[in-house]
């Protein structure tokens, strides 16, 4: 069963405020990303990490930064929320290809965040 | 990345087949094909993949071409719930790459 969990599941916040959003994941994995997703719209890579201390960008460009000091938690941060900000980031992660072949991504609930 | 190209959207009416097509064609040997599914705003979920030979679980089956440049995802009889978007990608073996999603297919069940 795959656990991976957000922090928080809402959050409504105004703007010019420094904000964290958590994710954890108790599995292990090496590899882990955030994806930033518009209502009915595709889900969008913002950042990844292929293990601590590495980090990427994604395809879309963001303002967040993210950074991975342990292996199970990858926090993102915005240091000015916007109105434009306004979206769901969801966190997943997967394992290591040695152990778990092609392990499959593992998606946490998201977290929705509303910048007033 | 190998892009993906899938439908829109697509019916099924509730208790008959869903097979949901996904077009890959500039796929490369080392890459898996993989299908997940989001329903509502949730986080996808995670339903099969597979590199050239068809698979099986108990969510669904996945049939690849022998050309490997298209596949589809088979749920064998469609109830309400699978009402979802469905996305196909893939990723090679390594798995060091990052791993982006189209904008997938919208599946809706008729009752």
């Known amino acids: 069963e795959a656990d991976i969990y957000q922090t928080p599941r809402y959050l409504v916040i105004g703007t010019g405020k420094k904000i964290t959003l958590e994710c954890s994941q108790t599995m292990g994995h090496d590899k882990m990303y955030w994806y930033q997703q518009d209502p009915g719209m595709e889900l969008h890579l913002i950042h990844y990490s292929y293990g601590v201390n590495s980090t990427e960008k994604g395809d879309l460009s963001s303002e967040s930064t993210v950074s991975r000091i342990r292996t199970e938690h990858f926090p993102l941060t915005l240091e000015s929320a916007r109105p434009s900000h306004t979206s769901q980031y969801l966190c997943?992660?997967?394992?290591?290809?040695?152990?778990?072949?092609?392990?499959?991504?593992?998606f946490g609930n998201g977290t929705r965040l509303t910048v007033t | 990345d190998a892009k993906t190209t899938q439908p829109p959207s697509m019916d099924c009416a509730e208790g008959r087949a869903a097979n949901l097509p996904c077009n890959h064609s500039?796929?490369?040997?080392?890459?898996?094909v993989y299908w997940y599914r989001q329903i509502h705003s949730q986080g996808p979920q995670y339903i099969i993949h597979?590199?050239?030979n068809n698979e099986t679980n108990e969510m669904a089956s996945l049939i690849i071409t022998e050309d490997r440049k298209s596949s589809t995802l088979i749920l064998p009889h469609a109830t309400l719930r699978d009402t979802a978007v469905y996305y196909c990608?893939?990723?090679?073996?390594?798995?060091?790459?990052?791993?982006?999603f189209g904008t997938g297919t919208k599946l809706q069940v008729i009752p």
């Open positions: 500039t796929i490369s040997g080392n890459e898996y």
């Open positions: 597979g590199l050239k």
């Open positions: 997943a992660s997967s394992g290591h290809f040695d152990r778990v072949l092609n392990s499959p991504l593992h």
């Open positions: 990608i893939v990723r090679n073996s390594g798995g060091y790459q990052k791993v982006t």
